[in-house]
């Protein structure tokens, strides 16, 4: 069946542009979640969904960062004015109920802000 | 909070060499330990993980790893390498009754013919 994916791959923005990732996971995963992995660096967590409630963003770095998954299953993560620093790839990632926290990852949107 | 450490950022191997990867974690309460592996341009895959049980686990690919409770660490290891594990890997852990990984910095295995 198909993995998580992620769309676009690749993003270039100017330096304060809007920007929207987004993310199908696998069908009936319950749970989602979106990682920043800066160059040299592993992910760090931004938030969880658990259906389309929004359980966790304690790792968002700015209020310039929301993610919404409104019917349960796709979700977008928008960065509003980007800056330099938001240069990452997004990973996106999904699990299901009973797989013990095993999270399923797409292959990640790469974002270069200029 | 938990964190976790990867002290080698690089590793050189011979081929058919064996190789372990060091991984030490810091939690004040239990946690989930993993291991992933990430090829170029490829999203994250679960090599291993622990939950609970047999502090010896078994991977894909011929990977293993070991939970050491009192050393706090999750070293992987396999005996024999091949080209094809070229790639970066990353140990991570979730604190039970949480949902979110918290991951190392990585270790890029680097196979030499």
């Known amino acids: 069946g198909a993995g998580v994916s992620q769309s676009p791959r690749y993003k270039v923005a100017k330096r304060g542009q809007d920007v929207a990732l987004r993310c199908d996971p696998i069908?009936?995963?319950?749970?989602l979640f979106w990682y920043q992995q800066a160059l040299g660096q592993g992910p760090e967590f931004l938030t969880y969904f658990q259906n389309e409630a929004q359980l966790d963003k304690s790792g968002l770095p700015s209020d310039r960062f929301f993610a919404e998954r409104p019917e349960g299953s796709v979700s977008t993560l928008k960065i509003q004015r980007t800056q330099q620093e938001d240069s990452a790839v997004y990973l996106c990632?999904?699990?299901?109920?009973?797989?013990?926290?095993?999270?399923?990852f797409g292959p990640g949107t790469r974002l270069t802000v200029l | 909070a938990q964190s976790v450490t990867q002290l080698d950022s690089q590793v050189p191997v011979f081929e058919e060499a064996p190789v372990e990867l060091r991984c030490n974690y810091s939690s004040s309460v239990s946690v989930y330990l993993f291991w992933y592996v990430q090829y170029p341009n490829q999203g994250l895959q679960l090599l291993l993980k622990?939950?609970?049980?047999?502090?010896l686990v078994k991977g894909i690919n011929g990977f293993e790893a070991e939970f050491n409770k009192s050393q706090t660490s999750f070293h992987l290891r396999k005996p024999s390498v091949h080209i094809s594990d070229t790639a970066e890997y990353f140990c991570?852990?979730?604190?039970?009754?949480?949902?979110?990984?918290?991951f190392g910095t990585g270790t890029r295995l680097t196979i030499i013919p």
């Open positions: 990632a999904s699990s299901p109920e009973d797989r013990d926290n095993e999270q399923f």
């Open positions: 622990y939950l609970s049980g047999s502090t």
């Open positions: 069908s009936g995963h319950v749970s």
């Open positions: 991570a852990v979730i604190r039970n009754g949480n949902e979110k990984l918290t």
